[in-house]
């Protein structure tokens, strides 16, 4: 098996101090939660920003600003850049911003549905300038499928040449609307991929460490972290993302898989240097 590639989300779009006092919402705060997460074992940090007030912004600002506190402490994790805009709260502009940031990977969500009590938009006119946006500044699409029609999605943009080999694939179960978080389904899910495609399971609330643990069984990858999840037992709220991250790298271990460096997901994803890299 590949080792094992830990993504961490440490702030995501709806998590709110309301929900758990220890999601981090400043630029600071999340930069730290990413280095926190990268010394114990994260090798992928999946970003989201918020503006002053905690609402979830595309303000390319603050992801610039999460990015110099990150490099500023000597790590080199992966960054991952959501396009997400709040699942439907950005403008199509608004959410293309981060992309030409050029960070090593960005969020691609691979089709439209109903998420919790909105309808989340991905028409097939804006996959395909996202999907060329990327092209053009060089990062690499993480293909986030909430359900089994967004991998036929992707699977034509890529006959088309519009996203590139080697593919990273995050499959989303458990949205309220979206692919229930089952082994079932997770199987159906990577069944369908394009041969020799890379992926990783992101599951939602209760169901986010049984998908992990099933996923790492399967030699798949794994993504962790506030965004998705705040607890770290039943009522026990996780004090941090580095907690949750920690977790899944002693069970790893125990399971006979190696954890992957941010080394390791650049040579296997073959993404493309950015100067933040470089320099640092």
Same mark, same amino acid.
């Given at each position: 098996m590949d080792k094992v590639i830990i993504s961490v989300a440490v702030t995501g779009s709806w998590t709110t101090r309301q929900h758990t006092p220890y999601v981090p919402l400043t630029p600071e705060e999340i930069a730290q939660h990413v280095v926190d997460s990268w010394r114990e074992g994260a090798?992928?940090?999946?970003?989201?920003?918020?503006?002053?007030?905690?609402r979830p912004t595309s303000d390319p600002q603050r992801y610039a600003r999460v990015r110099e506190l990150v490099r500023a402490q000597g790590c080199d994790v992966v960054l991952n850049f959501t396009t997400g805009g709040g699942?439907?709260?950005?403008?199509?502009?608004? @959410?293309?911003?981060?992309?030409?940031? @050029?960070?090593?990977?960005?969020s691609f969500d691979a089709g439209s549905l109903n998420f919790n009590d909105r309808v989340f938009?991905?028409?097939?006119?804006?996959?395909?300038?996202?999907a060329q946006e990327m092209l053009t500044y060089g990062v690499k699409p993480e293909i986030e499928c909430f359900d089994t029609g967004h991998i036929e999605n992707a699977r034509r943009l890529i006959?088309?040449?519009?996203?590139?080999?080697?593919?990273?694939?995050?499959?989303?179960?458990g949205v309220r609307g979206g692919a229930p978080a089952t082994a079932d389904q997770l199987v159906h899910m990577v069944r369908q991929l394009p041969p020799g495609a890379h992926w990783s399971v992101?599951?939602?609330?209760?169901?986010?460490?049984?998908?992990?643990?099933?996923?790492?069984?399967?030699?798949?990858h794994v993504r962790t972290g506030l965004e998705d999840n705040v607890y770290y037992h039943y009522r026990v709220l996780a004090e941090s993302n580095a907690q949750l991250v920690a977790r899944l790298v002693r069970i790893a271990r125990e399971c006979g898989r190696e954890i992957a460096s941010?080394?390791?997901?650049?040579a296997l994803l073959q993404l493309t240097p950015q100067p933040d890299i470089l320099s640092s």
């Open positions: 090798a992928i940090a999946h970003i989201h920003v918020r503006d002053d007030e905690g699942a439907g709260q950005a403008s199509e502009e608004e @959410r293309l911003a981060p992309v030409r940031l @050029r960070p090593e990977i960005a938009v991905n028409s097939p006119q804006f996959l395909e300038r996202l006959d088309r040449g519009l996203i590139q080999p080697p593919f990273w694939f995050q499959l989303v179960l992101c599951a939602i609330g209760r169901h986010q460490l049984p998908m992990n643990l099933i996923a790492l069984a399967m030699g798949g941010p080394a390791d997901v650049r």
